[in-house]
């Protein structure tokens, strides 16, 4: 397998630059980049929900804040990639696919979470490469961020998930495949019914009232009574709303 390049990096004040050519002859536009490269971290926070229904005010921000993924810092990486998908410009998407190869661990997983946020399925290839990725965060945020994309295409990729070693893997596939309506996968996810991870229980019983397994509604009712699946369970019989098992619960409640 061919290793990624090294990634490239830019000093902040040849960014800063670019950033003042993007914004143009406008003043507050140039203003705002001189405020975003004094302040970062607390410009960018602050940046997401005041150009959210801006739409021709986002593309300019984006393009802006998108200079900033050649940061030298880890750190301004990151926070750039967690703007952009709070922005949803998908004019962006292929800046932000890049990073999914970048040297930090955390500006990888931004990468992938900003993707999921664009609602961009045009991306779903590159996330689908990385479902066997080594880093168990890394294939944890895939899983949700292709479900995020609500791309059905994805879904037997995702499925193969759930016989994942890990289990955060496990429980977020199950949730996703709710999510997507894929009821192909309720066999496996009665069976995970009783995985020995009582969260991985928990979202595969959730995922099951999605899809509206009234069959798997038994499997439910036993989760009732582990203090730890319980409400989860409860909830998932109350979205099935199958009568024929008030037995087996007034039993339990009896006992």
Not at 18 to 29: P, Q
């Amino acid at each position: 397998k061919e290793s990624p390049q090294p990634h490239r990096t830019e000093d902040r004040e040849t960014l800063k630059q670019r950033a003042l050519e993007l914004a143009g002859n406008d003043a507050s536009m140039r203003a705002w980049v001189e405020t975003l490269f004094s302040n970062v971290h607390e410009t960018l926070y602050r940046l997401g929900s005041s150009v959210m229904f801006k739409p021709k005010a986002r593309k300019v921000y984006a393009d802006i804040v998108s200079a900033l993924l050649e940061d030298c810092d880890p750190d301004v990486r990151m926070a750039a990639l967690m703007t952009l998908g709070e922005l949803r410009e998908m004019s962006c998407s292929a800046a932000i696919a890049r990073h999914i190869e970048d040297p930090s661990g955390n500006v990888r997983v931004a990468s992938v979470r900003a993707l999921g946020q664009l609602r961009d399925k045009s991306v779903s290839p590159i996330l689908l490469k990385l479902l066997d990725h080594k880093d168990l965060d890394m294939r944890y945020d895939v899983i949700q961020a292709l479900a995020a994309l609500e791309d059905k295409t994805a879904i037997p990729s995702i499925a193969r998930c759930l016989d994942d070693r890990d289990q955060g893997v496990r429980w977020a596939a199950a949730e996703a495949l709710g999510k997507l309506g894929d009821k192909p996968s309720i066999p496996r996810l009665t069976e995970l019914l009783e995985d020995e991870v009582p969260l991985v229980r928990s979202r595969a019983a959730g995922a099951l009232a999605a899809l509206g397994a009234k069959s798997s509604a038994q499997g439910i009712v036993r989760l009732l009574e582990d203090e730890i699946t319980a409400v989860d369970a409860a909830r998932a019989l109350g979205t099935l709303g199958e009568r024929s098992i008030v037995p087996s619960i007034v039993k339990l409640l009896d006992d």
